[in-house]
Structures are given as structure tokens and as C-alpha cells.
């Protein structure tokens, strides 16, 4: 008998009959010739599937590259593994850690006998290159937990272990290079001869690990400073190290000791002195008469300035809020974006001649009347609200654009205070695999949506990427701007947001298109232990702005 054929759809090239069970890596092989290292994965039946994947039945597929999403993910991770493997290499018994995003790359620390320098950083560079050039085999084995725990136990890396042991499956998969194990939630490429950009970037005490990204064209990007959001990030790691929960396993020894209390507390009480801080701030110097705050999607910007109003009273000021949405221009002025649809998150979208004429009216001491925004009529309206400010009264103004000078370009710098607010993640999975900033915003997100707008998790997701290019042009672009930076992440936001976003995300069905990103999250989301008890969480905090039971 011979081998059974099944026939497959491939995007782009129709209908291919192939032997059952054949592997994904050998029909690219066979379909893209020489440039089959192009491809790191592929999608079939809305799901990511890695190129070892062998196919059962009749089906259709997707391959995918850097240009998308997954792939990107799939050439990152590769990356990291090479990186982790260099270093081990080079440098006996040291430990590395994959940390943040920074730059449009991703920062790392290698903690090792010696402070580490840039010649080290060209040592590792070549050996990158020659791990690549070998182009070894990148195995992915299932295993018993416990020999993984062993494993993980010779090579030194507890972060792998302790999440482990909040683990329920007696199986898991893990990578190899040689001799070098590890772990990383999602996939890789089949070998290390599927990464062909890169570099490193010594910035001290660490290294930035770039890759090709869709906004340099899929090129390299340049390196940009944000040392602002380095030492936010830094601060946040430091108070990790204090709390000893760096990483997710360290998080669910302490919610499983129940000690979680305590660390919800500290958590809280660090944001109301940082937010006390900025009022004080604020308040030492007289010039200030605007407060401009700006921030990603989901940072918890209103919760953020409320409390910030109330901090500010504490020191005897009077703030009043203004909407910068008041100042939209009507509808069909609103410009169109690419597709041709309004562009309202466009700075164009707000009238800037009249939103500078009345704030410089008021600095000058003279009432103005405020307008309202009919949305549903999508036109600006006068209702009589009219306002007049003194020394004791700042004006708190908060949205997208605040960070740009072109939205109050009239008003003098020293009369402005800026504040950059987004959720910058202190906490890792482990060592070698890190949180995503955004992934935390998406599923807060998620929750507010469902429990305030009556939005499905697939409305969120449908949307998210249009929400993240607004981000990527008109915030990030302005971040190191701000005279201070705020970081709204909490230690144990998402052992709070699991319970709400989980059932939220299996009830998307295998048939659409954001499945494979639900499940995506579900996994991410698995490794967290639940915080069912939410007493101990304040009526004030942030978090409170996205589950429900906030004071504001």
C-alpha cells in the first residue's frame, strides 16, 4: 500500500497534493525553494502552527514571515534563544535576563562575575553570528515536568522552576541548542539559520537586541535614547527586586502563601506616593497653570487624574478639568485616514487655533465659555458652561495628543507640565521570556470594554490594531517629552484581570480570525494564579477603573 495523499490549499499557490503527515517545514521547502527560510510558521484553521507540524488532513495554509504578527514573534523568540545561548557560551555560569522593550528593540542584563562592557557585546555579537552561520537544529521535545525541573535545576535557572510548580500538565515543551535548554511560551523556528538581521547595542549596564521591524520597512531600526522610560523602567524593576517578585512564579508562591494582601497594599501605597510626589512637584512652582497628561490605551489616565485632582487639593489648589474631545471639529471637517474613514485621533481632528485662544485667554485671567461636543450630532455646541482660573486654579487636561507642543503650541513651556502615563510591565514570565507592555493594556482593555460598553473580547481585538497605530503616531512618538513619567502598572494586575478576561476569550470561536490570538492570551494568562479575593484592592485603584468598584 501506498503512502495516503491529502490535498492542501496554500495561500497563494492553490492546491497542492501532498503525502499525509508531511511536515510544514518540508512543503515550504518544496513550495518557496531557496527562500523557504523566509517562512517561520504557518496559520491553518485560524490557529499558529510551528513548522515541525506534521499534516493530517486536508487543509488550508497560510506560511507567514516577519511581515506578520506571529512570525514576528516566532523570529524574536529564535533571537532570544541564540542571544541566551552566545552568552552562555562566552561567559561561565552567568544569567541572563530578557527584561523590556526599549527602542523598538528589547533590553537584557547579563549578570556575571565581571561588570560587562562593549567589547563583551562584540564578543557575543560574532558568536550570534557563528551559532547562525551553523545554522544548529532547534529542537522542541515534549517532556515530563519533573525531568524538566531537573534540567532546569543543572543549568541553574530557579525563575523556570518555581513557574513550573504552579504548572498543572505533568507534560511541557521545551527548546534545545547543543547542549542548552530553555523555555518559551509560542514557538520557534526550526533552526537557528532562520535569523539573517540583527543587532546589539551596548547600553550600559545592558544590551539592546534589535530585529527588523514593519515600521523601519523590516529593516533594523535606529536607536533612539529614551532614557526617561529606561530609569521608569529600572525603578520598577528595583521594586520588584524588593518585593521579590520579578517574575510570575515568585507572584504565585506569594498568592498561594497568602501574602498577596500585603503586596496589593505596598503596591498601592507606592502609586499614592509617586502621584502625591508629582502634586508636590506641581505645586513648588507657580508657572505651572496646565497640566497636560498623555498615555497609551488602557493606562488608566481618568483614574490618574482624579487622583492627581485630589492630591493637588491636599496642597490647597482648586484644579478644573478640560476635555480636549470638546474641541473636536465638526464631523464633516474631520480628516480621512488612509482607508478613508474619519480620522479622529488625527491632531487635525481638534480645532488647535481655538483650543490655544481659549487657554491663552484664560492664563491671561479672562472667562471664557466652554463648548460641549454633541457626539451624536457630531457637532460642537455652546450650553452657557462658562469658566475663570486664578494661581489656585490649574487646568488639568487630559488626551492623546497632550503630549504634542502643536496642541497648545500658544502657551509659554514653563507654564506647561507634562506627564507621560502607561502601564510599563515589572514583572516577567521568567528570565527569558517577558510580559509585553501591550498585552497587559489589551486585556485590561478587554475587561472595561465588556463591563462598560457591552463590547465581545473579539470587538476588542477587531480593534486593537487600528488603536495601536494611533499609539505608535501619536503618542510614542512624544513620550520622552514629558516632564515626568508615571508607571500605572500593578505587580498583580493580571491575577486580577484573569478570572474577567478568560471567559471573555473562549468565547471566540475556531472559526474566526482572532482565535489564534485568543488562544495566545488563554496561554498567557494559564500561568497566573487567580487573586479571588479583591478586598484588599482600594475603591482608588487603578485597577479598579477596568473591573469595576472605583470611588471615581
Request: overall charge negative; charged content about 30%; glycine content about 6%.
Amino acid at each position: 500500500m501506498g503512502v495516503e495523499k491529502i490535498k492542501v490549499m496554500v495561500e497563494g499557490y492553490g492546491g497542492i497534493d501532498i503525502d499525509k503527515n508531511t511536515r510544514l517545514f518540508d512543503l515550504a521547502k518544496k513550495i518557496f525553494d531557496n527562500d523557504y527560510r523566509k517562512y517561520l510558521g504557518a496559520i491553518i484553521n485560524n490557529e499558529v502552527k510551528h513548522l515541525e507540524y506534521k499534516i493530517e488532513e486536508g487543509c488550508s495554509i497560510r506560511f507567514i514571515d516577519i511581515n506578520d504578527k506571529d512570525g514576528k514573534r516566532i523570529y524574536a523568540r529564535t533571537l532570544s534563544f541564540i542571544y541566551v545561548k552566545a552568552c552562555k557560551d562566552i561567559f561561565d555560569h552567568c544569567e541572563v535576563t530578557i527584561e523590556h522593550s526599549l527602542s523598538k528593540g528589547v533590553y537584557s542584563e547579563i549578570h556575571k562575575k565581571d561588570m560587562l562592557n562593549k567589547d563583551d557585546t562584540l564578543k557575543i555579537l560574532k558568536r550570534m553570528q557563528e551559532i547562525i552561520e551553523s545554522d544548529y537544529k532547534i529542537s522542541r521535545e515534549e517532556i515530563d515536568k519533573e525531568h524538566a525541573k531537573e534540567l532546569f535545576t543543572k543549568q541553574n535557572m530557579q525563575d523556570k522552576i518555581r513557574l513550573l510548580n504552579h504548572v498543572t500538565k505533568t507534560k511541557i515543551h521545551i527548546y534545545r541548542i547543543e547542549d542548552l535548554y530553555d523555555t518559551y511560551y509560542g514557538y520557534l523556528a526550526p533552526s537557528t539559520g532562520y535569523i539573517n538581521k540583527f543587532n546589539l547595542i551596548y547600553y550600559s549596564p545592558g544590551i539592546v537586541l534589535q530585529y527588523p521591524i514593519k515600521e523601519a520597512g523590516f529593516k533594523i531600526p535606529e536607536f533612539e535614547e529614551h532614557q526617561k522610560l529606561f530609569k521608569i523602567f529600572r525603578e520598577s524593576e528595583k521594586w520588584g527586586d524588593i518585593l521579590d517578585i520579578g517574575y510570575v512564579g515568585a507572584l504565585n508562591d506569594k498568592i498561594k502563601n497568602g501574602q498577596i494582601n500585603e503586596i496589593i497594599r505596598i503596591s498601592e501605597a507606592l502609586h499614592e506616593k509617586k502621584i502625591a510626589n508629582i502634586a508636590d512637584k506641581i505645586c513648588e512652582n507657580e508657572d505651572i497653570k496646565i497640566i497636560l497628561i498623555a498615555g497609551p490605551s488602557s493606562s488608566g489616565k481618568t483614574t490618574f487624574a482624579e487622583r492627581l485632582g485630589v492630591q493637588l487639593k491636599v496642597n490647597g489648589k482648586k484644579p478644573i478639568s478640560i476635555s480636549v474631545d470638546d474641541y473636536f471639529i465638526n464631523r464633516e471637517d474631520t480628516p480621512l485616514d488612509e482607508h478613508g474613514e474619519y480620522d479622529f485621533e488625527a491632531i487635525e481632528a481638534v480645532d488647535l487655533e481655538l483650543f490655544n485662544r481659549d487657554l491663552s485667554k484664560l492664563l491671561a485671567g479672562e472667562e471664557i465659555e466652554v463648548p460641549s461636543f454633541n457626539f451624536v450630532l457630531g457637532k460642537r455646541e455652546y450650553n452657557g458652561k462658562r469658566i475663570r482660573i486664578d494661581e489656585d486654579h490649574p487646568i488639568i487636561i487630559e488626551g492623546i495628543h497632550c503630549l504634542n507642543n502643536r496642541l497648545t503650541e500658544s502657551i509659554p513651556r514653563n507654564n506647561k507640565y507634562k506627564i507621560y502615563i502607561s502601564a510599563l510591565t515589572q514583572l516577567n514570565l521568567d528570565s527569558h521570556n517577558r510580559i509585553h507592555t501591550t498585552d497587559t493594556r489589551l486585556i485590561r482593555r478587554m475587561v472595561r470594554d465588556h463591563n462598560y460598553r457591552g463590547y465581545s473580547a473579539e470587538t476588542t481585538l477587531e480593534r486593537w490594531d487600528s488603536v495601536r497605530r494611533g499609539e505608535e503616531k501619536n503618542i510614542f512618538p512624544f513620550q520622552e517629552e514629558a516632564d515626568v513619567m508615571f508607571n500605572s502598572s500593578l505587580v498583580y494586575d493580571l491575577s486580577v484581570l484573569k478570572k474577567y478576561a478568560e471567559p471573555l476569550l473562549q468565547e471566540i470561536e475556531k472559526s474566526s480570525s482572532h482565535y489564534k490570538e485568543s488562544k495566545r492570551l488563554l496561554r498567557f494568562l494559564s500561568y497566573f494564579i487567580d487573586i479571588h479575593d479583591e478586598q484588599a484592592i482600594p475603591c482608588t485603584s487603578i485597577i479598579r477603573e477596568f473591573i469595576g468598584g472605583s470611588c471615581f
